[in-house]
């Protein structure tokens, strides 16, 4: 197995929902990553997770919040988000965290907030 | 600090035609460097890297050689064809962040 799966891949929700973005990997890798895209934008860092534990957060707001329950998995639980939030989440591993790691994408969540 | 300079786009080319996508990077260390492919509506794949000054990456006709001396790692591809059409990102990892170029969308007709 050797991508990165994302669920859902479409997603509407209200600025008072509460909802949550899943990321599934199986391929060993112990280093993952939440990303940000806006349209005709490069991906933006949100989070890096290695061996489980949060790594990197790029300022984020509370609103995100990120989850590693297990080396496979990785959420981004969504609360009180604002129409500004609207993008493509991406989500990514890489074996380690490190410079000559690659890191391979998952094919995005769209996410459009009301 | 670390940084990503691309070429700016659209850039649209008539298939089999050559292609050139500029790309130059600011480093503190010693990154390796990345071509990401984005097709509309996906996410990014892998397109070539390198990790190491002179090395030349090369992926479906594709290639890029990582020039420190010009910091730089342009992509080229001889002959182009209507489902390269993509955007095209490149991205440097040091120590273990990426940094993506603002992307480079790529028409191919026919």
């Known amino acids: 197995d050797t991508e990165v799966t994302q669920t859902p891949k479409h997603l509407v929700m209200g600025m008072t929902n509460k909802k949550s973005l899943k990321c599934e990997q199986h391929?060993?890798?112990?280093?993952m990553y939440w990303y940000k895209q806006k349209a005709k934008k490069p991906p933006e860092l949100m989070f890096v997770y290695s061996y489980e534990k949060l790594s990197i957060n790029e300022s984020v707001p509370s609103r995100f919040s990120p989850e590693c329950p297990n080396s496979s998995l990785l959420n981004l639980h969504l609360h009180a988000l604002q129409p500004e939030d609207s993008a493509l989440y991406l989500c990514?591993?890489?074996?380690?965290?490190?410079?000559?790691?690659?890191?391979?994408f998952g094919p995005g969540t769209r996410l459009l907030v009301l | 600090g670390n940084s990503v300079t691309q070429m700016e786009g659209p850039v649209t080319l008539s298939e089999e035609a050559f292609l050139t996508i500029n790309c130059t990077y600011t480093a503190t260390g010693y990154p390796s460097l990345f071509w990401y492919v984005q097709y509309p509506g996906e996410g990014l794949q892998l397109l070539l890297k390198?990790?190491?000054?002179?090395d030349k990456g090369s992926n479906k006709g594709f290639e890029a050689t990582y020039r420190k001396e010009t910091t730089s790692f342009h992509l080229e591809k001889g002959s182009v064809q209507v489902s390269d059409s993509a955007v095209y990102f490149c991205?440097?990892?040091?120590?273990?962040?990426?940094?993506f170029g603002t992307g480079t969308s790529l028409t191919v007709i026919p």
């Open positions: 990514a591993s890489s074996p380690r965290e490190g410079p000559q790691e690659t890191q391979y």
């Open positions: 390198a990790t190491k000054a002179d």
């Open positions: 391929m060993g890798h112990r280093a």
């Open positions: 991205a440097l990892s040091e120590p273990s962040q990426f940094y």
